[in-house]
């Protein structure tokens, strides 16, 4: 008789965790950025900020519309190429995920945005920077990070105003990135009374520019403005060194803005005249950033890039307007995006009319013995 019931008790018991593992919802949540090629190492850091969050967020034991829920990345790899991003998007698309975090190339976010609204999932960066993105008014497009008008013009004022410069050359790499960073410095620096006094073009796979530097260096300018990412970045700055262009200023946005770019310039003295911008503030100045860089370099050695924090509040964004909405369904939950009021790592994330961040930071950078630092 007691063994009877005691078998009794354990049926009982294994019906309730069985009903319990199936109150259990899984929602996945997509993330697409280059995981292989020459900007792998930022697409590696973006998705570690969506894996911390994850993990933070399943910590919670959030209930939302009644069920326990538990977060899984689906995570693409772009390679950073439009067709690639917009493959995975609508693989996204089709496997049903509930919201997506990405793309980290203007290039392949600006195509993607498109497949995201006709599929009715809303995505929101942390780094591309592209102006053009909100431009079509989907209501399933977000930004949580300063746009290169912010950007281009900033970096423009500066050289400018701070350093009181008046000849500089343009050089882009012709993808949306850094074509429209480049384009909103020109037209900020002509507006100041600088002159440009050549324009270049390179492509985002190129490695040596030792044409383009020449060209350049016979036009005699004070600075260089470079449009594109930091894979072509730190070998530009060699050969700059190499043809003697040591004492010429070198601009750029967030793209080049990174402590991989001191590795790739390889001891170029010429590091030492970058000047680079990036969206949002120093991490000393983002209200949770240095507790938050402690617990992601703990988890994640020696990859810290630039957007991992902003990827990482991206994620929270999603699931808050989930808990707001009591609904993991986008089209229930995506109209409560633009509600948005929500203490990040980064900032407190608030969205304009058009899904781009309220009142975005910008913080310009230099490279002291080899080292990025803050200069505002």
Same mark, same amino acid.
């Given at each position: 008789?007691?063994?009877?019931?005691?078998?009794?008790?354990?049926?009982?018991?294994?019906?309730?965790?069985?009903?319990?593992?199936?109150?259990?919802? +899984?929602?996945?949540?997509?993330?697409?950025?280059?995981?292989?090629?020459?900007?792998?190492?930022?697409?590696?850091?973006?998705?570690?900020?969506?894996?911390?969050? +994850?993990?933070?967020? /399943?910590?919670?034991?959030?209930? +939302?519309?009644?069920?326990?829920?538990?977060?899984?990345?689906?995570?693409?790899?772009?390679?950073?190429?439009?067709?690639?991003?917009?493959?995975?998007?609508?693989?996204?698309?089709?496997?049903?995920?509930?919201?997506?975090?990405?793309?980290?190339?203007?290039?392949?976010?600006?195509?993607?945005?498109? #497949?995201?609204?006709?599929?009715? #999932?809303?995505? *929101?960066?942390?780094?591309?920077?592209?102006?053009?993105?909100?431009?079509?008014?989907?209501?399933?497009?977000?930004?949580?990070?300063?746009?290169?008008?912010?950007?281009?013009?900033?970096?423009?004022?500066?050289?400018?105003?701070?350093?009181?410069?008046?000849?500089?050359?343009?050089?882009?790499?012709?993808?949306?990135?850094?074509?429209? *960073?480049?384009?909103?410095?020109?037209?900020?620096?002509?507006?100041? =009374?600088?002159?440009?006094?050549?324009?270049?073009?390179?492509?985002?796979?190129?490695?040596?520019?030792?044409?383009?530097?020449?060209?350049?260096?016979?036009?005699?300018?004070?600075?260089?403005?470079? =449009?594109?990412?930091?894979?072509?970045?730190?070998?530009? &700055?060699?050969?700059?060194?190499?043809?003697?262009?040591?004492?010429?200023?070198?601009?750029?946005?967030?793209?080049?803005?990174?402590?991989?770019?001191?590795?790739?310039?390889?001891?170029?003295?010429? &590091?030492?005249?970058?000047?680079?911008?990036?969206?949002?503030?120093?991490?000393?100045?983002?209200?949770?950033?240095?507790?938050?860089?402690?617990?992601?370099?703990?988890?994640?050695?020696?990859?810290?890039?630039?957007?991992?924090?902003?990827?990482?509040?991206?994620?929270?964004?999603?699931?808050?307007?989930?808990?707001?909405?009591?609904?993991?369904?986008?089209?229930?939950?995506?109209?409560?995006?633009?509600?948005? /009021? &929500?203490?990040?790592?980064?900032?407190?994330?608030?969205?304009?009319?058009?899904?781009?961040?309220?009142?975005?930071?910008?913080?310009?950078? *230099?490279?002291?013995?080899?080292?990025?630092?803050? &200069?505002?």
């Amino acid at each position: 008789m007691q063994m009877k019931f005691k078998l009794t008790v354990v049926a009982a018991l294994g019906c309730l965790a069985g009903m319990a593992a199936a109150q259990e919802t +899984i929602v996945r949540i997509g993330h697409v950025a280059p995981l292989s090629g020459s900007q792998a190492h930022y697409g590696k850091d973006n998705e570690n900020g969506v894996r911390m969050a +994850i993990d933070d967020l /399943n910590a919670k034991g959030l209930v +939302i519309g009644g069920k326990k829920v538990k977060f899984e990345i689906v995570a693409e790899d772009d390679a950073a190429d439009p067709k690639q991003g917009t493959a995975a998007a609508q693989k996204l698309c089709d496997s049903k995920v509930a919201g997506v975090v990405g793309h980290l190339n203007s290039g392949t976010t600006l195509p993607a945005s498109k #497949i995201y609204n006709d599929c009715g #999932i809303p995505h *929101v960066t942390g780094a591309a920077t592209n102006p053009d993105l909100t431009k079509p008014g989907y209501k399933t497009t977000y930004r949580i990070i300063a746009n290169d008008n912010a950007l281009g013009a900033g970096l423009a004022f500066y050289a400018a105003d701070a350093l009181k410069l008046k000849r500089v050359a343009i050089i882009d790499d012709r993808s949306a990135y850094g074509k429209g *960073v480049a384009e909103v410095f020109k037209k900020t620096a002509l507006a100041k =009374g600088m002159t440009v006094v050549d324009e270049q073009f390179t492509t985002d796979k190129a490695t040596d520019f030792m044409a383009i530097l020449t060209a350049v260096k016979a036009k005699s300018p004070d600075a260089i403005f470079f =449009g594109g990412m930091d894979p072509q970045a730190g070998p530009m &700055l060699r050969q700059m060194e190499q043809l003697g262009l040591n004492k010429v200023k070198y601009f750029g946005g967030d793209g080049i803005c990174t402590a991989e770019v001191a590795k790739l310039a390889a001891g170029a003295k010429t &590091l030492g005249n970058v000047v680079c911008a990036e969206g949002g503030a120093s991490l000393a100045k983002m209200p949770g950033g240095e507790a938050w860089k402690k617990r992601y370099d703990a988890k994640y050695p020696n990859q810290f890039q630039i957007y991992s924090p902003y990827t990482y509040d991206a994620t929270f964004v999603l699931v808050d307007a989930m808990q707001r909405a009591n609904s993991t369904d986008p089209k229930v939950y995506t109209p409560e995006l633009i509600k948005t /009021n &929500l203490k990040g790592v980064t900032t407190t994330i608030a969205f304009e009319a058009n899904g781009e961040l309220k009142n975005p930071a910008i913080t310009l950078y *230099v490279y002291k013995d080899g080292k990025k630092s803050a &200069l505002n």
